[in-house]
């Protein structure tokens, strides 16, 4: 029924159906967001609370007994490895955040206040990177950092050392990297805040007399704070579940505690001892996030595009030189691993390190004629298919119904979400596994599929609500008007408006399944994807072969993030699209 | 379905049938107690263009959505052509929308959005293209079908919007500050457009605006709202001379208001002492009491200056011009009585050059009777 009518009824009608309607009217709104939020509990809550609830049950011989216990919690207290590891874990993160949120803002300042004519292409830059496999760009500092890698082989040559320095296998190594990874992120992040924001209060600043200085610390540095905020939780966060850049980068003495429960659920099957360590991790993690107080509305930070450049001018007082020249230096941050993995796919030796030994291609050769890589790039292309596919059919009605309807538990619904994106990914995968353990389900394609749509289930739903909040209601009010009734009006009107944010919706879910690796690794049974092939050659061997299928991996992303880009751009420029 | 095709009628000659529209004791109430609409009667005769004017939150808008089916009155009643429309959703009401940022279809062409009434009630292709095709031939915009809404300028896309609502032939054609969002040229232009249009298809308008200059313009009848109720219903020329209220009176044009109080008062001639200054003479309600304070509005054409009394019309006061400022055709002086209210008059710049005016001069300013309208002042 529409509700047209059911609003219109209480005019004549009584007490009691006005009771009725209002709850068939509520039903209505809460329908489309039924989907989502089926999946939320059977897929976040219920294995969470399993989770909690073995955490207090007694393990014995790869077995859970059903006896209560806190066993688990006091030998996570008194055995001081995971104490020390957990506290190591935190210092990383700790430190990683600093640099990373730290090196950031002043590049973010300078895209978003310095340049005017690039500044799109200059984002892409910083895209690009963000959007490249998180494995090869952490493999790419083992060449980087290593015995003979490319700063020991420099500073030999200039003469600075002798002995090669030990980087690789610390924990230096290994917040050099994350840095690294968690970087674009960050940058994205504050260049968003300070875009919205625009330069005039700053202007209006110097205006006033205040200094550049003043002007940005009383100014401009307050009124990013939510944007800072953001930034801290999208890199401590993460970097709390480290497990690929340890295990490759930090050798025994930089050991996470991700590191140490995919040990403990993987190959003890001690599923009592790593709830509790997960516990406490979320613990963690959550309360970092609430003692950093404000809340982050994430559908506003998903808006953010590159902004509208030709709304911009360029403020010429400010002293941006510097910042340029800063910039440059973390474009090549940014690029020089990526430069390092691309130069060594070619370099005709058996190491991916210096001298050069000439250019071939031989290792491309090696990896296209590899069977098991085919295959694993065919089972990840399907996987992150269906996983787009999925995560928008569930995501993509609720994002619609949030933003144009209240209904009961609108905000529960909004808040449980950004919970699968405020804990680490690594323990919605422990999570899952004890799930699929506690009901006897095999691990399989469809154990993967389910991880990685919850994965990025709520990262679909703010991006689809992100589109939706530029979405203009009087042109439903016009189709209406002109004689469409409610279901012609979601097809020729709603539906087609939608596009834009169901394909950027899916785009996201897509590209971030196919570079999906720790869920994956624990929730697979014999299903091999790209990232887990990759995974076993770091593991195995380290040839250029690995560097072949890297610089593969980088065109794609490049390819795909430009195409996205300059899609956009053009719907853009159409007025297709309000949130871009 | 009514054929679409076009009646040739000459406006607004009240009609004794049934009225296009009559609304009746119409109330809205939006959840949070605030009352948009205030118990509002109204009738509207075919062909008429009827304006609904009055400054922002006074109702207009809300009015306009309910009668098109996008709002549902809390009370009250509906009527179009006779028949009762509650309940009826927006999609079955023989009404359309001329909205105030167009809201035209980005994703599809010109033609597409225009034909969009027609296809969706499902009319033959050959007939939905002959009719769209006229319709941008009557807006001046044939062969612009294949385009897209945002390659249009301002101007044209809300030419497109009015075609797409009256390709429908609706009963009425509800138009929502429909040039609120163009410049001062094109809206002269399109308001002359908008006239011949309407005259043309003999359809009847119910237009929204807060522009009162826009609402003189165009209009058959002006409806001036404020805080939910109307203020008074009258032709641009009886609305703007005969103002019912001080509300119109202040609201339609400029006025002057000269606060005093009633000395004598016999059927509609009021006698207004204003202390020290002395007496004038204007006309008021039946209602005003002996000693009751109230306001004498007077247009600022009516005022005009003199420096002598044996050029002077009824109602004579001392001045000092405070300020002249040059309108071309028209200079625009500003005046101040003893007391120091202002007053702004106008008059024509041949004729204050010709007696040589002079800023900080003592004059006398001089009103007919007739134009001076007393009103009740709020205490």
Not at chain 1, 469 to 481: H, I, N, P, Q
């Amino acid at each position: 029924m529409s509700q047209v009518t059911a609003r219109a009824a209480p005019m004549q009608a009584g007490q009691r159906t006005k009771g009725a309607q209002a709850m068939r009217d509520a039903l209505i709104r809460v329908g489309p967001a039924l989907l989502i939020i089926v999946w939320v509990l059977a897929f976040v809550f219920a294995p969470m609370v399993i989770m909690g609830i073995y955490s207090l049950w007694q393990y014995q011989n790869f077995e859970m007994l059903r006896n209560w216990t806190v066993e688990n919690y006091a030998e996570l207290v008194t055995s001081t490895i995971y104490i020390r590891v957990l506290w190591r874990t935190i210092q990383i993160a700790g430190l990683t955040t600093i640099f990373c949120v730290g090196l950031a803002y002043p590049f973010a300042y300078f895209l978003a206040r310095g340049v005017r004519r690039w500044r799109e292409l200059l984002v892409i830059m910083v895209m690009i990177p963000f959007w490249t496999s998180f494995l090869v760009r952490t493999y790419a500092w083992m060449s980087i950092l290593g015995e003979h890698g490319v700063i020991n082989e420099a500073l030999i040559q200039l003469g600075v050392i002798q002995q090669p320095l030990q980087i690789l296998y610390t924990t230096t190594a290994v917040i050099i990297a994350a840095t690294y990874l968690f970087f674009p992120f960050a940058i994205l992040t504050l260049y968003s805040s300070l875009e919205k924001l625009g330069p005039s209060t700053e202007e209006a600043a110097l205006d006033l007399g205040a200094t550049p200085w003043q002007a940005f610390r009383r100014i401009t540095l307050p009124l990013s704070a939510a944007g800072i905020q953001a930034a801290v939780i999208f890199v401590f966060v993460p970097a709390l579940g480290l497990f690929v850049t340890p295990a490759l980068l930090g050798g025994t003495r930089a050991t996470m505690i991700g590191n140490v429960q995919v040990t403990i659920f993987k190959n003890a099957m001690n599923f009592g001892l790593g709830s509790s360590i997960s516990f406490v991790v979320l613990m963690l993690a959550m309360l970092f996030v609430a003692g950093l107080g404000r809340s982050v509305d994430l559908d506003k930070v998903y808006a953010g595009g590159v902004g509208d450049v030709a709304r911009a001018r360029q403020p010429e007082h400010l002293r941006l030189r510097a910042l340029g020249i800063y910039a440059v230096l973390m474009y090549i941050f940014l690029y020089l691993p990526i430069a390092f993995l691309i130069i060594f796919s070619m370099n005709n030796s058996p190491t991916a390190s210096f001298p050069w030994q000439g250019f071939t291609l031989k290792w491309y050769q090696e990896v296209i004629r590899d069977p098991w890589m085919i295959n694993s790039v065919r089972n990840s292309l399907l996987i992150a298919c269906l996983t787009a596919l999925i995560s928008v059919v569930v995501a993509a009605p609720a994002a619609y119904a949030m933003v144009r309807f209240r209904f009961p538990g609108r905000t529960l619904l909004k808040q449980s979400l950004i919970i699968p994106m405020i804990i680490p990914s690594i323990m919605l995968g422990f999570a899952l596994l004890i799930l699929f353990t506690a009901f006897e389900i095999d691990l399989s394609v469809v154990t993967v599929l389910i991880g990685h749509v919850t994965y990025v289930l709520p990262y679909v739903f703010f991006v689809v609500a992100a589109q939706q909040y530029g979405f203009d209601k009087t042109l439903e009010e016009a189709a209406m008007d002109l004689g469409a009734n409610r279901w012609v009006t979601f097809r020729r009107v709603t539906l087609p408006l939608m596009v834009p944010g169901l394909l950027a919706g899916g785009l996201f879910a897509f590209t971030l399944s196919l570079d999906e690796f720790i869920i994956t690794f624990l929730l697979t049974g014999t299903l091999q994807t790209l990232p887990l092939f990759v995974w076993g050659m770091l593991r195995t061997m380290v040839s250029p072969t690995v560097n072949a299928v890297g610089t593969l991996i980088v065109i794609v992303a490049f390819v795909v993030v430009l195409a996205a880009q300059l899609r956009g751009r053009l719907r853009r420029r159409q007025g297709l699209t309000a949130a871009g | 379905m009514r054929p679409v095709g076009y009646v040739e009628t000459t406006g607004a000659e009240p009609t004794s049938g049934t009225p296009d529209l009559e609304l009746r004791n119409l109330v809205k109430e939006f959840t949070g107690g605030v009352t948009a609409v205030d118990n509002i009667s109204l009738r509207i005769e075919k062909g008429e263009f009827v304006t609904l004017l009055g400054p922002s939150g006074c109702g207009k808008t809300t009015t306009l959505r309910m009668v098109a089916g996008l709002d549902h009155p809390t009370a009250g009643s509906i009527v179009i052509q006779g028949r009762h429309v509650e309940g009826v959703p927006a999609y079955r009401r023989n009404v359309n929308t001329v909205f105030q940022n167009y809201a035209l279809f980005p994703h599809m062409s010109v033609f597409d959005n225009v034909a969009f009434g027609l296809t969706v009630k499902r009319h033959a292709k050959d007939e939905v293209r002959g009719h769209v095709e006229e319709m941008l031939a009557r807006i001046k915009l044939p062969g612009f079908g294949h385009r897209r809404p945002f390659q249009l300028s301002g101007g044209q896309q809300q030419r497109v919007a009015l075609a797409r609502a009256l390709v429908n032939h609706p009963a009425i054609l509800l138009l929502d500050e429909p040039l609120g969002a163009l410049d001062l040229k094109l809206r002269k232009e399109m308001q002359l457009e908008l006239k011949r249009i309407q005259r043309d298809v003999g359809i009847t308008f119910v237009y929204v605006t807060h522009d009162q200059e826009e609402a003189l313009t165009l209009s058959d009848r002006i409806v001036i709202m404020s805080h939910g109720r109307i203020e008074q219903v009258g032709t641009p020329v009886e609305v703007y001379q005969r103002p019912r209220t001080k509300f119109v009176a202040d609201f339609v044009g400029v006025s002057n208001f000269i606060r005093g109080r009633v000395r004598d008062a016999k059927g509609n001639a009021v006698t207004v002492t204003l202390g020290d200054l002395g007496d004038i003479r204007g006309s008021g309600g039946k209602d005003l009491a002996e000693g009751a304070t109230v306001l004498v509005s007077v247009r600022p054409e009516s005022l005009l200056l003199a420096r002598d009394r044996t050029e002077c019309r009824e109602n004579i006061l001392e001045a000092t011009i405070e300020e002249m400022i040059y309108l071309g055709s028209l200079v625009q002086v500003v005046v101040r009585l003893e007391d120091g209210t202002i007053l702004q008059c106008q008059d024509h710049f041949a004729r204050v050059a010709e007696k040589g005016f002079q800023r900080g001069e003592a004059v006398l300013i001089t009103w007919p009777e007739a134009d001076g309208l007393a009103f009740t002042a709020e205490e």
